[in-house]
């Protein structure tokens, strides 16, 4: 499978309602990069209780 958005082979593969879409390593992080710094998700990390569990 190529990445979506270049002729790199696709280290990584998200699907959605059968879609499949491929993503190489670069732009996987790109990806990633762009939700850390997406201020929605900011909102919804203060809407929604998120904890780790404890480590024994």
């Known amino acids: 499978m190529q990445c979506?958005?270049?002729d790199e082979d696709a280290a990584y593969?998200?699907?959605s309602d059968g879609l499949r879409v491929g993503l190489c390593e670069d732009h996987f992080r790109e990806r990633v990069e762009e939700?850390?710094?997406d201020e929605g998700?900011?909102?919804v990390r203060e809407q929604v209780d998120v904890?780790?569990?404890d480590h024994e």
């Open 4 to 6: 979506h958005y270049c």
């Open 41 to 43: 998700l900011e909102r």
């Open 35 to 37: 939700l850390a710094e």
């Open 13 to 15: 593969a998200a699907e």
């Open 51 to 53: 904890r780790q569990p």
